[in-house]
């Protein structure tokens, strides 16, 4: 994948309530790190910043963002990886989405097949739900965090067989 555009990663928004000064910096300079690995992968990254600045609600944001680049496949991550849940007829890889039981309801055979799902310990009861109905899903029970970097070789993989 040449294009910068073929790999879009939704990196999360910014939605804590009341957050202290280490809250906020280690959000930024995980977003710091983040933007690099994806940079690393062939991908492009969308920040926080960006979804600020621009006057729209995430969910929003990401449909035109979506709609505008055209990408082969989509990242989402933890919150943007919740919005994306619901995408049809779009290759994507979820990073610790929150799942619920309406999730799983309409989902063709081909977002089964084109959707791939990593969780964390910390969102345990979201891979149970998620692997009723999902086959390409993982758990990462010993860490409570997941990072681009810990799945990179994984994503490589599946960027790399899916042309």
């Given at each position: ?23 906020k ?24 910043s960006?979804y ?7 969910k ?30 779009q ?44 086959r ?6 010993a ?10 070789p ?10």
């Open positions: 994948m040449d294009n910068k555009s073929d790999i879009i990663f939704f990196l999360p928004y910014w939605d804590a309530k009341n957050p202290t000064l280490e809250d910096t280690s959000f930024i300079i995980g977003e710091i790190v983040a933007v690099d690995e994806c940079e690393e992968l062939g991908g492009y990254a969308y920040v926080n960006q600020a600045s621009s006057n729209k609600t995430p929003d944001f990401l449909k035109d963002a979506i709609r505008k680049d055209r990408p082969k496949w989509v990242v989402g991550i933890e919150n943007t990886a919740t919005l994306l849940l619901s995408y049809h007829r290759k994507k890889i979820l990073i610790n989405p929150t799942v619920t039981m309406n999730d799983l309801n309409w989902v063709t055979p081909e977002t089964i097949r084109d959707t791939y799902a990593f969780f964390s310990a910390k969102y345990e009861k979201d891979y149970e739900i998620y692997s009723k109905v999902y390409n899903v993982a758990h990462y029970p860490q409570q965090t997941l990072f681009i970097a810990d799945l990179a994984l994503i490589k993989t599946i960027f790399s067989e899916s042309n």
